[in-house]
């Protein structure tokens, strides 16, 4: 059964950086691509990153480019998000989830439960 837990959020300035970590249930990442997306207030949910389950290749969204890094650790069933030179609009809720990567739209995912964490709050502010 999936189950997907994020942690990491919090309020940084801008320029700072922060990790976001999503833990999923064993055998998730051999099973499932694992991706990142974001909600700011008023704002429809957009994709940010994916990692796949396959052979670890990755995607990211224009507006973090450069900037994010996602990466996996298979001993930790944990995909993490590395967040730098944080800018305010990068503020909003992160939520992982597991589906498929697609290149175009960052990533699907099926209506299964538990597909998606509970999301944490990621505030950049001066």
């Known amino acids: 059964q999936l189950h997907l837990v994020e942690s990491g959020g919090g309020l940084v300035q801008p320029g700072e950086s922060l990790r976001l970590s999503c833990e999923v249930s064993?055998?998730?990442?051999?099973?499932?691509?694992i991706g990142w997306f974001r909600q700011a207030p008023g704002k429809e949910r957009e994709g940010v990153s994916c990692?796949?389950?396959?052979?670890?290749?990755?995607y990211y969204s224009d507006t973090v480019k450069g900037r994010f890094t996602i990466s996996r650790d298979k001993a930790k069933n944990t995909v993490y998000l590395q967040m730098n030179r944080l800018e305010a609009e990068d503020t909003a809720v992160y939520y992982c989830?597991?589906?498929?990567?697609?290149?175009?739209?960052?990533?699907?995912?099926?209506?299964?439960?538990?597909?998606w964490g509970q999301g944490t709050q990621v505030t950049v502010s001066s």
């Open positions: 990692i796949s389950a396959t052979d670890g290749s990755t």
């Open positions: 989830a597991a589906g498929l990567c697609r290149q175009s739209i960052i990533m699907v995912v099926p209506p299964e439960e538990g597909s």
């Open positions: 064993e055998f998730t990442l051999d099973l499932y691509a």
